[in-house]
T-cell receptor, first 113, second 112 residues
Framework: DTGVSQDPRHKITKRGQNVTFRCDPISEHNRLYWYRQTLGQGPEFLTYFQNEAQLEKSRLLSDRFSAERPKGSFSTLEIQRTEQGDSAMYLC???????????FGSGTQLSVL | DAKTTQPPSMDCAEGRAANLPCNHSTISGNEYVYWYRQIHSQGPQYIIHGLKNNETNEMASLIITEDRKSSTLILPHATLRDTAVYYCIVRVPNFGNEKLTFGTGTRLTIIP
């Protein structure tokens, strides 16, 4: 168990640029989640995959956000035309059918200038 | 999922037991109580969960009142590494989707 890995750990971008984050879940986990966390708040659910299928999306996930999990393994979260309000920690988590616990990565801290 | 209420912050002396309360007065019969914690600059970490019986594992104990309207997470011998934000979450386990709804949690500071 190598844990959930996220890359990059930090990203600084200018408003209007596109950014992409990657998440590698625990290898045997078929469920993958994206969360967003702003300062002083708990994580907020964004979207959920089971294998390669995106089964749920939060209303927080505007049309500038897109997530993929093409082969049911790693996932990417892309934000187009970033805005200052997108500045947050983006967390990825995974779980398996055998265990209802979520395992979180350390997140990607996005700063939009 | 039922809403929870936690104190925003607590202090505890190193080596003492840390008792973190959580109110969930609207909890329904099939909702479990989960606890996660988040150490600074890391993602949340699962601690423990339970339905109505008290639970214990290598990290903590969970005490749920008989009416299930409140619970207490106990860290028996707190260390400095237990300084973190602790989240109490109530939800119906869904083995198809383990989505969690976090509140703002309790910021626990362990004092040397």
């Amino acid at each position: 168990d190598t844990g959930v890995s996220q890359d990059p750990r930090h990203k600084i971008t200018k408003r209007g640029q596109n950014v992409t984050f990657r998440c590698d879940p625990i290898s045997e986990h078929n469920r993958l989640y994206w969360y967003r966390q702003t300062l002083g708040q708990g994580p907020e659910f964004l979207t959920y995959f089971q294998n390669e299928a995106q089964l749920e999306k939060s209303r927080l996930l505007s049309d500038r956000f897109s997530a993929e999990r093409p082969k049911g393994s790693f996932s990417t979260l892309e934000i187009q035309r970033t805005e200052q309000g997108d500045s947050a920690m983006y967390l990825c988590a995974s779980s398996s059918a055998a265990n209802e616990k979520l395992f979180f990565g350390s997140g990607t801290q996005l700063s939009v200038l | 999922d039922a809403k929870t209420t936690q104190p925003p912050s607590m202090d505890c002396a190193e080596g003492r037991a840390a008792n973190l309360p959580c109110n969930h007065s609207t909890i329904s019969g099939n909702e479990y109580v989960y606890w996660y914690r988040q150490i600074h600059s890391q993602g949340p970490q699962y601690i423990i969960h339970g339905l109505k019986n008290n639970e214990t594992n290598e990290m903590a104990s969970l005490i749920i009142t008989e009416d299930r309207k409140s619970s207490t997470l106990i860290l028996p011998h707190a260390t400095l590494r237990d300084t973190a934000v602790y989240y109490c979450i109530v939800r119906v386990p869904n083995f198809g989707n383990e989505k969690l709804t976090f509140g703002t949690g309790t910021r626990l500071t362990i004092i040397p």
